[in-house]
């Protein structure tokens, strides 16, 4: 069991040394063996008018700490090189409130990082920024922009359907100067919140990152807490092929494909919202879309032809020097959605143009995945193939998350024929 602690810089001389990893909120401790967390980004907020309510910024800080946790423990110190046993204390404002959701949250992060999480919720926490002037803003829901294409097509349907979005990214390197160009083009000026989670790490940063989707959440829910309406919609863009992104081998199982926008950890997220009591609504408007079946029906295709392939898409972007690798599972899909589409727009520059041949990207060979998982249906019949994968879809609901996961593997189908894999 690793021990992490994150707590104030004013608590810190009373708990240090209890844990492998501290971490001080908002104010560096300058002290080595201790990381930061989001060094200044509080006042940042009380400059700008945000007064958050307890639970809300409660559950902000929340999630930087397990964002914290999740970077500083090593997946290749634990027993199978994969699992980690994480023992997460964290100073809140109002820990009370969260003294009878703490086993749901461990159920929760366990779903979304594959780990086994003990959490301690502690008082001398940070209290909310406190601006004297909040005004509300007039929009009428969140929108996450990420800079890739599912998105963007998100934010144009929103704008195409009368919606008023304020639009909600997490920096990064890559892409902040694209989503910042995107909210401006679909929802003018003061349309965008662009946040980092500043985590600061003394020593070895663990690559995986599968608890990083829950900074970009805080940012959402704090970015709601401004807006006139409660509660307020959280739209989460993410084609529903990716959302329940099935084990294309058996080896592939449970966090091993990542679980930020599954289904099971959004219902999840959203009970833990309700039972503290902050005003969300999250929504998954594309769980029974795939990507090509989200750009055929975009509402603004003009639009999308412009920026479609200006979008990023690919899981290995910083490996190959900001260019697509092609061959990644989101390139596929990304290259599979375009030629369901319109072939001939997909510019993108890869790395791989073709799935053929000997050429393979850095990490798993995705491609060869691809071709096992499009040969097991062929020969096996989808529901072979996808076993207990629907087991957390309600009966309502099964047969369109069983459609959507069909078409995405016939759009799959359709590129490895293509380029003569199949």
């Known amino acids: 069991m690793t021990k992490v602690l994150c707590t104030t810089l ?5 708990e240090f040394g209890e844990a492998e990893h501290t971490f001080t909120f908002f104010k560096s401790a300058k002290t080595a063996g201790v990381g930061t967390i989001a060094q200044g980004w509080r006042g940042s907020l009380k400059r700008k008018g945000f007064a958050p309510s307890a639970a809300t910024w409660d559950f902000v800080q929340f999630c930087l700490a397990v964002c914290a946790a999740d970077l500083a423990c090593l997946r290749s110190t634990s027993a199978d090189g994969w699992t980690r046993s994480i023992e997460l204390k964290v100073a809140l404002h109002r820990p009370l409130l969260w003294t009878g959701w703490r086993e749901h949250a461990e159920r929760m992060l366990k ?32 929108s996450l922009l990420s800079g890739g294409l599912d998105s963007l097509i998100g934010g144009i349907d929103l704008v195409a359907q009368g919606r008023n979005p304020m639009f909600v990214s997490q920096l990064a390197h890559e892409d902040s100067a694209r ?35 829950l900074a970009f959440y805080a940012f959402a829910v704090l ?3 401004r807006l006139a309406n409660a509660p307020a919609d959280v739209y989460i863009p993410e084609n529903g092929f990716i959302c329940v992104n099935p084990p294309l081998v058996p080896g592939r199982v449970s966090s091993l494909s990542t679980r930020t926008t599954h289904p099971l950890f959004i219902q999840m997220l959203q009970q833990l919202l309700d039972g503290l009591g902050v005003q969300v609504r999250l929504v998954l408007p594309y769980r029974f879309k795939t990507k090509g079946q989200m750009m055929l029906e975009c509402q603004d295709q003009d639009m999308l032809r412009a920026w479609a392939s200006d979008t990023t898409s690919c899981g290995r972007f910083r490996t190959y020097n900001r260019r697509h690798c092609g061959r990644c599972v989101p390139c596929m899909i990304r290259k599979a959605a375009f030629l369901a589409w319109e072939p001939a727009m997909d510019t ?9 041949g000997s050429g393979k990207s850095s990490g ?13 249906v062929r020969e096996k019949g989808l529901d072979r193939f996808l076993g207990g994968t629907l087991t957390f879809a309600p009966l309502a609901e099964r047969a369109a998350y069983r459609q959507v996961l069909r078409d995405g593997l016939g759009e799959l189908d359709a590129l490895l024929a293509r380029d003569g894999v199949l």
């Open 111 to 142: 779903v979304l990082t594959g780990d086994y999480w003990s959490l301690t919720f502690t008082e001398a926490g940070v209290a909310p920024p406190d601006a004297r002037q909040a005004p509300r803003i007039q929009k009428d829901c969140v």
């Open 10 to 14: 004013d608590n810190l001389a009373e």
């Open 348 to 356: 993108t520059t890869y790395v791989h143009d073709s799935l053929a």
């Open 364 to 376: 798993p060979d995705d491609a060869m995945a691809a071709a096992l998982a499009v040969l097991s």
């Open 223 to 225: 970015a709601a807490s």
């Open 179 to 213: 989503q910042r160009d995107y909210a401006a083009m679909l929802g003018g000026p003061n349309s965008h919140w662009q946040w980092s989670h500043g985590i600061g790490v003394d020593g070895t940063r663990e690559t995986s990152t599968r608890g990083r989707s």
